[in-house]
């Protein structure tokens, strides 16, 4: 619970986490307006009627729900235009990533630059008065050494720290995370029970309506290529290296008895490059665009557990400061599909220390050791 009285904005998706977000800090008597990000603007052509997603032609769709919230509620929603940032900062990097053979995170990315950025800035800057800031996230909020961490969520299956570890202690300082120490369960339950519109509504966890990335890339950047060993053999054919990623098996299209996994992708060549499984777990990796919770890198090494995407089981390993925001993670053990552009967090135990954008990685030295 978020003691004192305080005046809350709180991110409104239309969905049952940020609804139930609002309904909880309005039962404890803080003031409450709801902010909307509209994001799209038809720019991209996307079929009507797909799953729902954070960009697409459903937004209409999740705006209305989220005014029938609050209208339940009694609370006010702005809706704030950032179809031009979202565009910028969002869509034009997650096609140069994708252009340049990384797998970006669009997720992390967005809460950083776009959700916990902009939208604030932009809605403080049309008159909307407000000291705090909620979101529908599952974390926790704890302080260490005087500074503000995040924790991870109750409910480990739908803890969402990797995606906003780039938040830091300034920044903390004005958020709360009311569902972090909820399961999604009783989330459902405090929506029923508040008769919310949204109580039942599905919830939507992909970053483009239908999951079809293609539609965000021109027809002349999606040209078909060879797959190959690396020892330059052709294997099979790819209809665009922005379809693949690091570590993917399936949808290769190549016969064998011993299945291939994605090991490189060169856009120089326009080749797709695969390799036995041995062959691309990584004893190591490096990333910049690190954050450190404690405010700098520390003075030493350190012994913590890395996560290197959202569903991967952190793994011990050592993390090296190499500058200011660059680090170099060893792991204890190998580990299996390293991805250029994902992010990498830092954990030590449920708190976060820090993390970043996984710039390269380093082959395991001895292939006979399994990850």
């Known amino acids: 619970m978020t003691t004192g009285h305080f005046n809350f904005a709180v991110g409104m998706s239309g969905g049952v986490d940020s609804s139930v977000t609002a309904a909880l800090l309005k039962a404890q008597g803080h003031s409450v307006v709801g902010l909307t990000m509209k994001i799209w603007d038809g720019a991209v052509q996307i079929q009507e009627g797909l799953k729902h ?12 729900a989220a005014e029938a919230v609050c209208g339940q509620l009694g609370m006010e929603l702005v809706v704030v235009d950032l179809c031009q940032e979202y565009r ?34 932009k ?4 008159g909307v008065s407000f000291d705090r800031f909620a979101t529908g996230h599952y974390a926790r909020i704890v302080e260490r050494d005087g500074r503000l961490h995040l924790r991870r969520a109750l409910d480990r299956t739908k803890d969402q720290t990797y995606f906003i570890h780039q938040l830091v202690h300034e920044q903390l300082q004005r958020i709360a995370f009311p569902l972090g120490d909820l399961t999604k369960l009783q989330v459902r339950d405090i929506a029923r029970q508040n008769n919310l519109a949204v109580a039942e509504r599905a919830e939507s966890q992909d970053f483009i309506s239908g999951g079809d990335y293609s539609v965000l890339f021109e027809a002349g950047q999606i040209v078909p290529g060879d797959i190959v060993d690396e020892q330059g053999n052709v294997l099979g054919r790819h209809n665009g290296f922005i379809n693949y990623t690091i570590g993917q098996r399936k949808g290769l299209g190549i016969a064998s008895t011993e ?28 990333a910049d665009s690190v954050i450190w919770a404690a405010g700098a890198p520390p003075a030493a090494p350190l012994h ?5 995407r959202q569903k991967h089981a952190e793994a011990p390993a050592l993390v090296t400061p190499t500058g200011p925001d660059t680090v170099r993670v060893t792991f204890d053990d190998p ?21 970043g954008i996984i710039s390269s990685s380093s082959p395991n030295p001895n292939p006979s050791i399994p990850g």
């Open 259 to 286: 299945p291939w996994y994605v090991y490189r992708i060169v856009p120089q060549r326009n080749q797709v490059i695969v390799s036995r499984r041995q062959d691309i777990l990584s004893a190591a990796l490096d």
């Open 88 to 121: 910028t900062f969002v869509l034009d990097y997650f096609r140069a990533e994708y252009l340049a053979g990384r797998t970006p995170n669009p997720c992390v990315v967005c809460n950083k630059k776009v959700k916990f950025g902009f939208l604030l800035e």
């Open 53 to 64: 997603a954070c960009y697409g032609p459903g937004e209409e769709e999740d705006i209305a």
């Open 335 to 355: 580990q299996l599909a390293v991805t250029p552009g994902q992010a990498v967090v830092f954990y030590d135990g449920d708190l976060v220390l820090g993390g």
């Open 123 to 126: 809605a403080a800057a049309a």
């Open 304 to 308: 913590i557990a890395a996560r290197i």
